[in-house]
């Protein structure tokens, strides 16, 4: 099992905020479905403020760019995409039209 962890920003509106986490605990079950496809065994989203971290759990072989093209492929997850990115912003040093970013492990334990 491979362990990716990621980070986003959401725009720094309460109500905004609210809407996507609302959006979160309904989910559908054909996106959830588009992630444990890819290999994904479990994806869970932390916030605080409104910074968003998630810890994503994934078979050995998971292939992140093998998920975008899967992804973009997808009319519902393209939807569920553009319905999120009303909520999202990107990290103040990503680029332009990067999302969810990669963090780097700099500790364990």
Known sequence: MKQYCLALDLKDDPALIAEYEDWHTRVSPEIKKSITDAGIISFNIYRVGNRMFAIM????????????????????????????????????????????????????L
């Open 57 to 108: 759990e994934t078979i050995d072989d998971f292939d992140p760019e093998q998920k975008a093209s899967m992804d973009a492929a997808n009319p519902l997850v393209q939807d569920w995409e553009n319905l999120m990115w009303k909520y999202q912003q990107p990290l103040p040093f990503a680029r332009p039209g990067e999302k969810w970013m990669m963090m780097k492990q700099i500790f364990t």
